[in-house]
T-cell receptor
Framework: KQEVTQIPAALSVPEGENLVLNCSFT??????LQWFRQDPGKGLTSLLL?????REQTSGRLNASLDKSSGRSTLYIAASQPGDSATYLC????????????FGQGTELSVKP | DGGITQSPKYLFRKEGQNVTLSCEQN?????MYWYRQDPGQGLRLIYY???????QKGDIAEGYSVSREKKESFPLTVTSAQKNPTAFYLC????????????FGPGTRLTVL
């Protein structure tokens, strides 16, 4: 059974700092891994999708990496801003599971001005 | 504008009542999903549908029911058999069931009085 873990559960950094969020998973038989952002009381916003054959994806100040062999993914945020404050969730999609996502519990990020 | 809508945003239910949460998408996606989110936990899959008139149970389907009569719509009914229905409910869709990005609606917060 796939288990997805995100550590730390909460992170507070000063504005302008570069930071890394971690995601680990127990079963490497995945189609892809997706990173989401969730603001309080809101739905999820997709940030990046990394296919199993890819090593990384970039979008603006965000860079996500995937290492299937070690069961790890990281989300790198450059030059953090107060507007980046939110909960970040990672989720894996396993082979032959029809799109079912297994989510981590999220990392709550606070960027202080 | 293309997207996923959920209604209502807030819903209150009395003990013993069934309630139905609406989810509509105009993205022409084949697959649709219902997740439940509890405080401090990741999302858990309730039901999913990869095609009209077909759906499968997710990890926590007990006490819930769904229908998929139209491609655009995937309503979720929370029945009186669901013992702890207070949660945030999120609907998602995907172009096809697997390998693609999932997009989420804004969510419905259900509270049992």
């Amino acid at each position: 059974k796939q288990e997805v873990t995100q550590i730390p559960a909460a992170l507070s950094v000063p504005e302008g700092e570069n930071l890394v969020l971690n995601c680990s998973f127990t079963d490497s038989a995945i189609y892809n891994l997706q990173w989401f952002r969730q603001d309080p009381g809101k739905g999820l916003t997709s940030l990046l999708l990394i296919q199993s054959s890819q090593r990384e994806q970039t979008s603006g100040r965000l860079n996500a990496s995937l290492d299937k062999s070690s069961g790890r993914s990281t989300l790198y945020i450059a030059a953090s801003q107060p507007g980046d404050s939110a909960t970040y969730l990672c989720a894996t999609e396993r082979y032959n599971q029809g799109g079912k996502l297994i989510f981590g519990q999220g990392t709550e990020l606070s960027v202080k001005p | 504008d293309g997207g996923i809508t959920q209604s209502p945003k807030y819903l209150f239910r009395k003990e013993g009542q069934n309630v139905t949460l609406s989810c509509e998408q105009n993205l022409n996606h084949d697959a649709m999903y219902w997740y439940r989110q509890d405080p401090g936990q990741g999302l858990r899959l309730i039901y999913y549908s990869q095609i009209v008139n077909d759906f499968q149970k997710g990890d926590i389907a007990e006490g819930y029911s769904v229908s998929r009569e139209k491609k655009e719509s995937f309503p979720l009914t929370v029945t009186s058999a669901q013992k702890n229905p207070t949660a945030f409910y999120l609907c998602a869709s995907e172009l096809a069931g697997g390998l693609n990005e999932q997009f989420f609606g804004p969510g419905t917060r259900l509270t049992v009085l």
